[in-house]
Structure formats: structure tokens, C-alpha cells
């Protein structure tokens, strides 16, 4: 299954300067909760940003990074075709967490969508303006304080 998990606030805004504008201990329990002992498929930006902040990989997951590179890190799978292997792990539990650019190209093979909502605004210079939840069901919602933790599910079989 294919899953893309991401945190946005009101404005769609997902990043500031190759990092997360915001710090809420909850959404990251509720992420790693969510990804853990799955595979995480990230852009090579994405896996630099988790590299600075705790010096190594997710642990407890497969991590998996796009990039031209080749090798990028000894502990990361290294791919150089995002269709080839979201199609070609059928039988894979699969979440991709970033960036921009994989997530809009991913969410065409995505069939649910964890998204964090933050009821504030931030600053910061990612959007996911482009992305577009009509083929999907918003099927559980759960608030508490500033974040909404919802699921959807896409409507229809590709």
C-alpha cells in the first residue's frame, strides 16, 4: 500500500529552509507510530534534514531515497525511479514523508493519505498548494489542541 504522511498548517505550508517550522512532540509520537517498522521513501533533501537533526537514518524503518546519486548513505536504499518502485512493491507498506516534489509525484499511486493539520500559520518557503484531495475520502479525524490527525482514503481503484 502507498501512503504519503505529511504535517501542513492553514496556508498549506509544509517547510521552511529544509526543515519543519514548528515543533509539536505529539505529530512526531503520531508519525513514528504510524511509520514504524514500514518503509519511508524520501527525496535525498528530505533524508539530509533527518541526517542533521538525529545524525542518522529513522530508525526502525526501511529508508528508502530518491536521488540521482548514487549511494547516498550506507544505512538508505538508494532508487533513481520513484513510478518503477512504488509499482513495483506491491506487497509493501510504503510512506512517503517529503519533500514537495515526491509528494507530487507520488500522490497519483497514493491510496491514503495521513496529513497533520496545524490550526496556525507559520512562516516558511514549501507549499503544497498543487496537491488536490478530491479523489480522496477524508475517512477519521482526530483534534486535539492545535493539530488535526486525519486519514483519507482515495475514492476509487486505479
Avoid at 500500500?1 to 509520537?29: F, H, T, V
Avoid at 545524525?55 to 529508508?63: A, D, E, G, H, V
Avoid at 498548494?129 to 489542541?145: G, M, P
Amino acid at each position: 500500500m502507498i501512503n504519503l504522511i505529511w504535517a501542513w498548517d492553514i496556508n498549506r505550508l509544509i517547510g521552511s529552509n529544509q526543515d519543519l517550522p514548528w515543533y509539536y512532540p505529539e505529530d512526531l509520537k503520531y508519525f513514528k507510530a504510524v511509520t514504524l517498522n514500514k518503509t519511508v521513501l524520501m527525496g535525498r533533501k528530505t533524508l539530509d534534514s533527518i541526517l542533521k537533526r538525529n545524525k542518522k537514518p529513522l530508525p526502525s524503518r526501511k529508508n528508502v531515497v530518491l536521488s540521482h546519486q548514487e549511494n547516498v548513505h550506507d544505512d538508505v536504499e538508494t532508487i533513481h525511479d520513484l513510478k518503477k518502485y512504488l509499482l513495483t512493491h506491491p506487497n509493501e507498506d510504503i510512506f512517503v514523508i517529503g519533500g514537495k516534489s515526491i509528494f507530487e509525484q507520488s500522490i497519483q499511486y497514493a491510496d491514503k493519505l495521513y496529513i497533520t493539520e496545524i490550526l496556525k500559520s507559520y512562516q516558511g518557503d514549501i507549499y503544497l498548494n498543487d496537491i488536490d484531495l478530491s479523489a480522496f475520502t477524508l475517512v477519521s479525524k482526530t483534534c486535539q489542541d492545535d493539530l488535526c490527525f486525519c486519514i483519507y482514503e482515495r475514492k476509487t481503484t486505479r
